[in-house]
């Protein structure tokens, strides 16, 4: 994976050789500045793309206290929240969630997804499959392939590739605090190589986390580096913005480096680094300085949201998906969490409430609705409503029952997810749990299914298509490859 936008520079010139260096020795070499520049003129066009924002909450989310609320159930059941109308008749949900419900119209619901398992796998939410390459010759998970499953951002990189040279197609928002193993899955290429692997934009270690959240840099275990990041030290936004001195840098850099015989070529990664580095297109997808008070204030990034657990630096996040797939990114992992309340103590990022679930839901999930509803309604304004798909889900339900830490445990045989975009037809609920949300009642859903819609609003078809894993072996992208009729 890359990353970029590491601490300002100290230094007046601000890349230094080593600085260089550290982009995994790989190569920059063979273009000049004339090239470049002619290069990237020829990416300037406006041509509309299919792209997929996925919205990842990592430890389950209750869904039964968010859009599949059971009000007549038993009190141990149904938990304090209450059900609210929203703009569509007949569809009701969560109180927590007003913005959304006041968009449902733009929205659709699936309150019978099934097919998680019982632990923290998030590979289904990014792949579809339930099998992990990690995961060894586990009985309940069945054989994988050489090198592992791709993501989705994964394949559509491979099969679709780049709108723009200088925007990754595959990129993720995950956020400084988010816990290592989901920074991993969220960028996963499996057998396609890391070459397909996402783009992190936000590579911070975690002693440097700046969320004001009370937790001290001594409590918060620091996140070791990838071997496999590509890291550009010391290039800010106003670096990338200084594109003279960027690209003269390069041109010395390369001469230096070939008389040495260091540079032997560019592939895939480094024609990617490279690619953003000489132009401004994510540095401005980035910067949402531009954008007007009134949506940055929608979207909650303003000094009137207060910075509780995360608050406005990960609905920053929302904004920045907008943006990169706006600017032709084409698919966007997006993990949203805060702090949970139970664990401040001792660090953790995920909806993994086995305690204190509604004061967690209370804290959380008005964030999301903010994030979630504002990015939904600026992709509308935006004119990319039919062309960008939104999901938001994570890799299992909770328990009907609550515990006795006024909690819910892992879940997987009811989940919900709320889709947008990509032309589908929203303002619709689809399928059914039972009385006390324990399994589907009607229309039960696949998360294989949602992934066949995704790839189809990507214009990709998921029935037909195969990769070749790393052992020259053909594999279908999603198995149970039938798309959701009822949203297309």
């Known amino acids: 994976m890359l990353s970029i936008l590491g601490p300002r520079s100290r230094y007046c010139d601000g ?76 569809i009701d949900i969560g109180e927590m969630m007003p913005r959304t419900a006041a968009i449902m119209d733009k929205m659709a619901i699936v309150r019978s997804l099934h097919g998680g398992l019982n632990d923290h796998n998030v590979h289904i939410n990014l792949t579809g499959w339930e099998t992990h390459p990690q995961m060894g010759d586990s009985p309940f998970r069945p054989g994988f392939p050489a090198g592992g499953w791709p993501s989705l951002g994964a394949v559509v990189s491979k099969v679709q590739g780049h709108v723009h040279p200088s925007l990754p197609p595959f990129i993720s928002l ?40 009370g937790v001290s840099r001594e409590q918060v275990q620091s996140d070791a580096e990838s071997s496999a990041d590509i890291v550009l030290k010391n290039i800010t936004l106003d670096r990338l913005g200084d594109r003279k001195r960027l690209l003269a840098s390069f041109d010395r850099f390369r001469r230096d ?13 480094t024609r990617q680094a490279f690619g953003i580095l000489t132009s401004s297109r994510l540095a401005n997808a980035l910067d949402f300085r531009e ?44 993990a949203f969490s805060q702090w949970p309340l139970e664990r401040m103590s001792r660090g953790g990022f995920n909806w993994d409430w086995h305690k204190e679930n509604f004061l967690n839901v209370r804290a959380t999930v008005p964030m999301l609705d903010i994030g979630l509803s504002a990015m939904v309604e600026d992709l509308h304004a935006r004119g990319l409503s039919d062309d960008v798909s939104v999901v938001v889900w994570g890799e299992f339900g909770r328990t009907p029952k609550i515990n006795g830490n006024a909690g819910r445990d892992h879940w997987p ?32 859903v696949h998360y294989r299914e949602v992934f066949a819609t995704l790839y189809h609003n990507l214009d990709i078809n998921a029935r037909l298509l ?23």
């Open 15 to 90: 890349l230094s050789r080593r600085s260089f260096l550290s982009i995994g020795g790989l190569a920059m070499g063979g273009l000049g500045l004339r090239q470049v520049l002619a290069a990237e003129a020829a990416a300037k066009s406006s041509q509309p793309h299919k792209a997929v924002i996925m919205i990842l909450l990592p430890g389950g989310p209750p869904h039964q206290d968010m859009v599949d609320l059971k009000p007549t159930a038993p009190s141990e059941i149904r938990g304090p929240f209450q059900p609210i109308r929203t703009s569509v008749p007949g």
């Open 174 to 213: 995950s956020p400084p605090n988010a816990e290592s193993t989901t920074r991993a899955s969220l960028n996963q290429s499996g057998f396609l190589g890391i070459g397909h692997a996402g783009f992190e934009t936000n590579r911070k270690k975690r002693d440097e986390i700046v969320y004001k959240s």
């Open 257 to 269: 480096a070939d008389a040495r015989g260091v540079m032997d070529g560019m592939d895939t990664i």
């Open 291 to 334: 954008e007007p008070a009134e949506l940055l204030r929608r979207y909650g990034i303003s000094n009137a949201v207060p910075p509780v657990h995360g608050g406005p630096e990960l609905l920053k996040q929302f904004l920045v998906a907008t943006r990169l797939v706006e600017a032709g990114a084409r698919c966007v992992t997006l």
């Open 413 to 444: 045989n009811a989940n919900m997810c709320l889709l947008a975009g990509g032309g589908m037809r929203t303002g619709q609920v689809v399928g059914s749990t039972n009385r006390l949300g324990e399994v589907p009642e009607d229309r039960p």
């Open 466 to 488: 195969t990769l070749q894993d790393l052992r020259g072996r053909p594999q279908y992208i999603v198995d149970q490859r039938e798309v959701i009729r009822e949203l297309l």
